[in-house]
């Protein structure tokens, strides 16, 4: 079946820190893949996305890479800011099953000034 | 963007009584909605896909005389978590596709039995 593996958290970093939230996923068919953000009282953002093998989807300084040899799709971004402070979830989408979304667990992100 | 409203943003209810919750997609019409929980350290799980105008469809361990949904209009779907317990206490948030825009979510409810 599908599923998503996250790192858990809670992650803290300093501003300008390097961030990595790792993401692995299981999947029975050829998912699109998602990286999705919740800021403090809000709904699900989408971040970025993968649509296919080897795609790279990047949004407001983060990037995530869909890899298939490893089934992996990490989250990295290079300088985090104090407003980068959220939860953020990997989420996997199969149109074999529907479309339905499969998430991982979230992973809370503190940048501290 | 599309945007959809969830409220109440957290409730607490007594143990036996019954709890709705609101998804309503403000510029755009949502067929179907997804209705999602999260436990405590635990992924967010899909437990039902409600379509407007027909019964929801539940996903398997769902209780659909518990959690009764009803979407019966383009803009507007309903969670009522019916005789909650304690082990009803989750996170809920819904779902729905916007076709420009892709799936928009709500800002979920926290929802606490005690």
């Known amino acids: 079946g599908n599923s998503v593996t996250q790192m858990e958290g809670p992650v803290t970093l300093s501003e300008e820190a390097f961030l990595t939230i790792n993401c692995t996923y299981t999947a029975t068919g050829y998912p699109s893949l998602f990286w999705y953000v919740q800021y403090p009282g809000e709904g699900l953002q989408l971040l970025l996305k993968a649509t296919k093998a080897d795609d790279k989807g990047s949004n407001k300084g983060f990037e995530a890479t869909y890899r298939k040899e490893t089934t992996s799709f990490h989250l990295e971004k290079g300088s985090v800011q104090v407003s980068d402070s959220a939860v953020y979830f990997c989420a996997l989408s199969d149109k074999d099953t529907g479309n339905q979304f499969y998430f991982g667990t979230g992973t809370s992100l503190t940048v501290i000034p | 963007g599309a945007v959809v409203s969830q409220h109440p943003s957290w409730v607490i209810c007594k143990s036996g009584t019954s709890v709705k919750i609101e998804c309503r997609s403000l510029?755009?019409?949502?067929?179907?909605m997804f209705w999602y929980r999260q436990f405590p350290k635990q992924s967010l799980m899909l437990m039902a896909t409600?379509?407007?105008?027909?019964?929801?469809?539940?996903e398997q361990g769902v209780e659909k005389d518990k959690f009764l949904i009803n979407h019966a209009s383009l803009t507007l779907s309903t969670l009522t978590v019916t005789s909650a317990h304690p082990e009803d206490s989750s996170f809920y948030i819904c779902s729905a596709r916007a076709d420009v825009y892709g799936y928009t979510f709500g800002s979920g409810t926290r929802l606490t039995v005690v």
């Open positions: 510029d755009f019409q949502a067929t179907t």
């Open positions: 409600s379509n407007e105008g027909s019964k929801a469809t539940y």
